[in-house]
């Protein structure tokens, strides 16, 4: 009974009404008054007995205590990672094979009944939107057109970055006159950033949460990672909040110095939401950036992934697109250490077997190198520290789709916790502009030995592409390192 109670004092909704005594008390006749008094006086006690976190105005910010797990009743969520594997590339018979984006996407339009909200950088889900005739274009195609005809059954909302002179809004215009309404916020005027995250959430409790965006290729040409997270009204709820904030500056507001109590959550770092996830006891929160968009008790993306690589005590595994340790897009360019150095830390001072897999495709900036050289020199038989390439195999044929063949993968695991989002690794990101990212922690829940359910499915995929034909040591790629990666058919 006690956590019921104790969830029912944390419901979101509870933080949208006034405290009943602030509401219209003086039109109320002296008798009903003292009614309500007695029965506040007696709700207060209740609140003492059962709760042991009766501070209104903190709720949810400070450290929650062990003894007092909180579960939502009703949720038994149910977590995927799920992947897209370019077209072509082949792991072998033992390699990882983990559910595709375009199935969990098409399972996520049967499923929805009633509301469907999607975030996305941009949309390009056919061939006409990229100038091609690619066979491959036909999974994002059929996504498009079910999408459609789900908007006029539907709610169906789009928030999307402001689009830019030379991109398309084919999608977006098809989708409105079917009746989704789409909403484009300015965020480079907003924040000089972009609204660069990825998610989807139907019926208010399935979430999907990854790389990637809202475009064919995503789904057979591009390497992604994502999660959906099916019967968990709890996560979804907090991420509608999320949702909320864009489709609010998607209206053409500024972003308010303070957002209003109704965006603040109680689910962060350090007072995570305690679920069943896949029949596994699981502390689950959502972070985002920037921190401009940080209601109250929302943990900055950053700090999240900083708090999981301190916390780990064997491994960090990093599987990135873009890792680099510098505000790229700032005037001067900045160096920007906060997670490079924590992975040194980590290497360093406790031992931490570090990895780091990065992107190596025809766009990829050389300013990268000589940082990720540096990471890697620190290396040696006792300090587990280094860093791999990962190339997409491409053939004559698919060079001619534009910008394609890439792993976009965005995620963290170590051997406590997994995390994915949707960031690349550099300053910016974490400063400007607006991502999501999803951690999961298992520590102390079973699932195999020193590995918990979710760090599991992502350990395993991690070490697949480590150890693939597709991955090369840094050394491995000569002299030349800073061209190597425009020349990625040499593979
Ligand atoms: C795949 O796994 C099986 C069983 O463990 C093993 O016998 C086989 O050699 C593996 N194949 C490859 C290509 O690694
Ligand atoms: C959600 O839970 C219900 C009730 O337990 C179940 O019938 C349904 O299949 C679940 N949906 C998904 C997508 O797992
Ligand atoms: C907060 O309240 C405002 C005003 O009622 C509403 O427009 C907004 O959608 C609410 N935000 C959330 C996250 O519910
Ligand atoms: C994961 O959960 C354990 C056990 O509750 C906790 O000690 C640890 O701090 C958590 N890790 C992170 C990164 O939140
Ligand atoms: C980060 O990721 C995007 C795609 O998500 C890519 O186009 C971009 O070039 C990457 N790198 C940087 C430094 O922005």
């Not at 989708?175 to 480079?188: E, I, Y």
């Not at 489709?247 to 308010?256: E, N, S, T, V």
């Not at 920037?290 to 943990?299: K, Q």
């Amino acid at each position: 009974m006690a956590p019921q109670q104790k969830y029912q004092q944390l419901m979101p909704d509870s933080e949208e009404d006034p405290p009943p005594g602030d509401r219209g008390a003086r039109k109320l006749c002296w008798d009903s008054l003292m009614a309500v008094l007695v029965l506040l006086m007696v709700g207060v006690l209740l609140l003492l007995a059962t709760s042991r976190i009766a501070v209104f105005g903190a709720e949810g910010v400070g450290p929650q205590e062990a003894s007092s797990p909180r579960r939502p009743p009703g949720d038994a969520c149910r977590l995927t990672v799920v992947e897209s594997i370019p077209e072509g590339m082949d792991y072998g018979p033992n390699g990882t094979v983990s559910p595709t984006v375009f199935g969990v996407w098409t399972s996520l339009i049967t499923e929805a009944t009633r509301t469907v909200d999607i975030a996305s950088f941009y949309w390009t889900l056919t061939n006409s939107d990229t100038g091609t005739t690619e066979p491959s274009a036909s999974q994002g195609e059929k996504i498009l057109q079910e999408l459609m005809s789900l908007s006029s059954r539907v709610s169906v909302r789009i928030v999307v970055n402001k689009p830019s002179k030379s991109s398309t809004t084919a999608d977006l215009n098809s989708l409105t006159q079917r009746g989704a309404k789409v909403r484009v916020v300015d965020f480079p005027k907003l924040t000089s950033g972009v609204l660069h995250t990825k998610f989807w959430i139907v019926d208010k409790k399935h979430i999907f949460v990854g790389s990637p965006n809202m475009d064919w290729r995503s789904l057979t040409q591009v390497k992604e990672l994502g999660a959906v997270v099916y019967n968990c009204s709890s996560v979804a709820q907090d991420l509608e909040k999320i949702f909320e904030e864009y489709w609010f500056l998607g209206a053409g507001g500024d972003i308010p110095t303070e957002w209003p109590l109704n965006y603040s959550t109680k689910y962060n770092s350090l007072n995570p939401l305690h679920i069943l996830l896949n029949n596994t006891p699981a502390q689950v929160y959502l972070s985002s950036s920037p921190p401009a968009l940080s209601a109250r008790g929302r943990t900055d993306d950053l700090k999240a992934i900083l708090s999981i690589i301190a916390d780990a005590s064997e491994f960090v595994y990093v599987a990135v697109m873009d890792y680099i340790p510098v505000s790229v897009y700032s005037h001067p360019q900045r160096f920007w250490p906060d997670i490079d150095t924590a992975l040194r830390r980590a290497a360093f001072d406790r031992r931490v077997t570090v990895r780091l897999l990065v992107s190596c495709w025809k766009h990829t900036d050389p300013i990268m190198f000589p940082f990720l050289k540096s990471l890697a020199a620190l290396g040696n038989r006792r300090l587990h520290l280094e860093v791999r390439m990962f190339f997409v195999p491409t053939t004559e044929e698919q060079k001619r789709i534009p910008y394609g063949r890439v792993n976009h993968n965005k995620y963290l695991v170590t051997d406590r916790v997994g995390y994915i989002g949707t960031s690349n690794w550099s300053g910016d990101y974490f400063s400007h502009t607006a991502g999501v990212g999803l951690s999961v922690n298992q520590t102390g829940s079973e699932g195999g030995p020193g590995v918990s359910e979710v760090s599991k499915q992502l350990k395993d995929i991690f070490e697949r592409d480590w150890n693939s034909q597709y991955s090369t040591k840094l050394d491995g790629l000569g002299d030349n390192w800073d061209t190597v990666c425009q020349h990625t058919e040499n593979m």
